[in-house]
């Protein structure tokens, strides 16, 4: 469904390159929770960005369903991907519920407020805290609304860049075991960047990205 052909990507270092991802060649598939393990500064901020057409390899192409991502890119990255981060990126301003309404309006998706209240409760946040500023939500629940964000355009790629790095045990588990739901469930293609091994061991296909080799390892755990 993803493919990664051939990919090499490297930074501008002064007059020169640096290179940070080498010949990746790599498919992922919808109904599967990938993690995308690796030491820091590896490259798998990089290689997601990628992923989600935010940014572009020098060489090689990634396809979506057989057709260049970059072909429209913001097609692409409003209709099929969502993005949860590290650091949630909610609207501070804004309750639980703008804020999975803002993104659904951004992506021309229509859906009920049945609906979006439906979604927010199934990730644990009830009608009270979805009529709450996020601002005055715990860390964890401010990671749910994220989570219910990306999804609620029903998109076919769920890509997440250290969703658990600030928070504690017990949420990030909750994470890991949405996602592979997500993926199992609504057969959604969930990749997910961690440096938590134990974590990773959750998810159904690990890889790793090592410094020196630029690659991306297939990971038996
Ligand atoms: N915009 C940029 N310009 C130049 N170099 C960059 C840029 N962004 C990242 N890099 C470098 O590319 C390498 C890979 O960065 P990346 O953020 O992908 O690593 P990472 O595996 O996500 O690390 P971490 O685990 O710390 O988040 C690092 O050496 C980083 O310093
Ligand atoms: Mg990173």
Redesign the pocket.
Known sequence: MLEVKNVSYS?EDGASRRL?LKDIDVSFKSGTFYTIT?E???????LLSLLGALDRPQTGDILFNGQSIYDDPSTYLSKHVGFVFQSYNLIDYMTAYENVKASLNIAKVNKSPENIYGLLNVLGIGKDKADRLVSKLSGGEMQRVAIARAIAKSPSILLSDEPTGNLDEQNSRFVCEMFKILAHKLDLCVIMVT?DLNLAKKSDVIYRIYLGDKRLIHETL
Do not use: A, L, M, P
């Not at 820091?40 to 990089?46: L, Q």
């Open positions: 930074y940070i690796g820091s500064g590896s490259g798998k901020t990089t440096h």
